[in-house]
T-cell receptor
Framework: AQSVSQHNHHVILSEAASLELGCNYS??????LFWYVQYPGQHLQLLLK??????LVKGIKGFEAEFIKSKFSFNLRKPSVQWSDTAEYFC??????????FGTGTRLQVFP | DVKVTQSSRYLVKRTGEKVFLECVQD?????MFWYRQDPGLGLRLIYF???????EKGDIPEGYSVSREKKERFSLILESASTNQTSMYLC????????????FGQGTRLTVV
């Protein structure tokens, strides 16, 4: 069965620290990849996406992610986090049958 | 702006009741999804639909059914609500694969007592 794994469940950082959140998926076919963010009290919104082309994609608010096909990974990075990045982050995979599967999420807390 | 609207923000139902959660999107999206969100478990796919009257089971369909009679509306039905169905329910819609991004509703927090 298809699945998405997020290894970090809870990450605590100080402002200006660098961030990397891991995401691995299990699916043999062609996929589209996403990172979504859910700020406290808000609904999920798209951070960035990968469909094809350059495996390094840039999203909003300084986030980027790299698709490594051989490792089935799509890790999220940000060089310097801010307090306002405190949120829950979800990796998602869309299969070639339009099924959209999410990981268990990573809760990020950034302290000033 | 894409809008995905769920009929209720909060619902309290009794065990054994039949519960309907409604979701409407206004962007002519082909795909619609129902998830439940629980702490530590992320979003788990219950059902999705890629066209009117078409549906596919997700990862946790047991105890749920869905209906999509019109393109803009996707309903989730709990035939006989149980306490383990207490959760946050999220509806989403998206275009086909070329479009990609899913847009979410604000969620319905269902409590079954």
């Amino acid at each position: 069965a298809q699945s998405v794994s997020q290894h970090n469940h809870h990450v605590i950082l100080s402002e200006a620290a660098s961030l990397e959140l891991g995401c691995n998926y299990s699916y043999g076919g062609t996929v589209n990849l996403f990172w979504y963010v859910q700020y406290p009290g808000q609904h999920l919104q798209l951070l960035l996406k990968y469909f094809s082309g350059d495996p390094l994609v840039k999203g909003i608010k300084g986030f980027e992610a790299e698709f490594i096909k051989s490792k089935f990974s799509f890790n999220l990075r940000k060089p310097s986090v801010q307090w306002s990045d405190t949120a829950e982050y979800f990796c998602a995979v869309e299969t070639n049958t339009d099924k959209l599967i999410f990981g268990t999420g990573t809760r990020l807390q950034v302290f000033p | 702006d894409v809008k995905v609207t769920q009929s209720s923000r909060y619902l309290v139902k009794r065990t054994g009741e039949k519960v309907f959660l409604e979701c409407v999107q206004d962007m002519d999206h082909e795909n619609m999804f129902w998830y439940r969100q629980d702490p530590g478990l992320g979003l788990r796919l219950i059902y999705f639909s890629y066209d009117v009257k078409m549906k596919e089971k997700g990862d946790i369909p047991e105890g749920y059914s869905v209906s999509r009679e019109k393109k803009e509306r996707f309903s989730l039905i709990l035939e006989s609500a149980s306490t383990n169905q207490t959760s946050m329910y999220l509806c989403a819609s998206s275009r086909d694969r070329e479009g990609g991004e899913a847009f979410f509703g604000q969620g319905t927090r269902l409590t079954v007592v």
